[in-house]
């Protein structure tokens, strides 16, 4: 069994696999429709979405699958306090695979240590996004062709934005892929993430600097739900808004995404622009989420190709947001390549 809880669980032969199935199901679609025939597909959302719970519910659909779950855990046993560990062995007997997003980071690893099915991570508090980053990567495959040898920029909230953590993962793991970031000092991304980076990325003060030299424009909105002080947010919301002047800055073959959401960090006119591709990345998002259900549905007798070793720690970890400060589970930590004990669950240091 395997499930994919942050983008490094999938090798990137993996990532090719799916990418390529994503390319057949878009060019064979009546090849798939019974794919799934007679499978179930929970999607748990304790987190507010539009398009990562629609498109697994749509991608299930396409596959012949059923789906079943909650948009709102007020809805559920939640609400009288059932843990994610319960509620996981339970939905565990009702379906074949779970989509799983929750506010709190590393709750679907922790779902993953209960699961008899596979586990995806829907997104992660602050933490990782993996299967939007399979959207981003289709996306880029279809737009430029290709992964390596790219300058990606990636502007906004670059402390709370889960999606850019796991596309950093994904994307770093390509030769000669170079990111620049552009946030405001208070968003910057986490110590943890610049240290994946190693000496492989630059940070610019403003989009005009740093729009001509890219490939890939990934903005990003402030995310005010991770906010603890309203007026902060109010201050950084507007940071960063990219209009036609500064598009006018960029690469004619450079591509626009966004993971979406967008709050006004994009004004609308740039949309007409052809190198805007982030509602050609929502309808991607679809045909990688069919793919991924297909494959980790296959891959049930097939070993996790990303393990961590592990082990059990007295350390609490200090980041309110990690399960670890709710659930009642084992504390566990591994050692990164630079001998940092890091939280299992959300990765921060200990
Ligand atoms: N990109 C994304 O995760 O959007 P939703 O929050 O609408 O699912």
């Not at 002047?245 to 960029?250: D, R």
Request: with cysteine.
């Amino acid at each position: 069994m395997r499930h994919l809880i942050d983008s490094v669980d999938l090798t990137t032969a993996e990532v090719d696999v799916i990418i390529n199935r994503a390319l057949d199901i878009i060019n064979n679609k009546e090849m798939y429709s019974e794919a799934c025939h007679g499978k179930k597909l929970a999607t748990l959302f304790y987190e507010p979405s539009t398009r990562t719970r629609l498109s697994f519910t749509a991608a299930m659909m396409e596959l012949g699958g059923n789906v079943l779950g909650f948009s709102d855990a007020k809805s559920s046993s939640v609400s009288k306090g059932e843990t994610v560990a319960d509620t996981i062995r339970v939905v565990s007997s009702f379906a074949d695979i779970i989509a799983m997003r929750h506010y709190k980071e590393g709750s679907p690893r922790v779902a993953s240590e209960f699961s008899r099915i596979p586990i995806i991570n829907a997104g992660d508090g602050g933490h990782a996004h993996p299967t939007q980053t399979l959207t981003d990567l289709l996306t880029i495959r279809r737009e430029l062709g290709h992964f390596d040898h790219l300058t990606i920029g990636l502007c906004g909230d670059l402390k709370y934005g889960r999606t850019v953590h796991s596309l950093i993962k994904a994307m770093k793991r390509y030769e000669g892929v170079h990111f620049v970031l552009i946030s405001p000092k208070e968003l910057r991304l986490p110590d943890y993430m610049k240290h994946e980076l190693g000496d492989n990325y630059s940070e610019y003060a403003t989009i005009e600097e740093a729009m001509p030299l890219l490939d890939v424009l990934y903005m990003t909105r402030v995310q005010q739900e991770r906010f603890d002080d309203p007026a902060e947010y109010e201050r950084l919301k507007d940071a960063f808004i990219l209009d036609t002047e500064k598009m006018a800055l960029g690469k004619p073959d450079m591509i626009v995404l966004h993971p979406l959401p967008r709050v006004n960090e994009i004004t609308v006119d740039v949309d007409k622009d052809p190198r805007a591709a982030y509602f050609r990345q929502v309808e991607n998002g679809k045909y990688v989420r069919m793919a991924l259900i297909y494959t980790l549905l296959s891959w049930h007798d097939q070993e996790p190709s990303h393990k961590v070793d592990t082990f059990i720690t007295d350390q609490i970890c200090n980041n309110d947001r990690c399960i670890v400060t709710t659930e009642p589970v084992e504390k566990k930590a591994y050692t990164d390549a630079d001998g940092v004990l890091r939280c299992y669950y959300c990765d921060h240091a200990l």
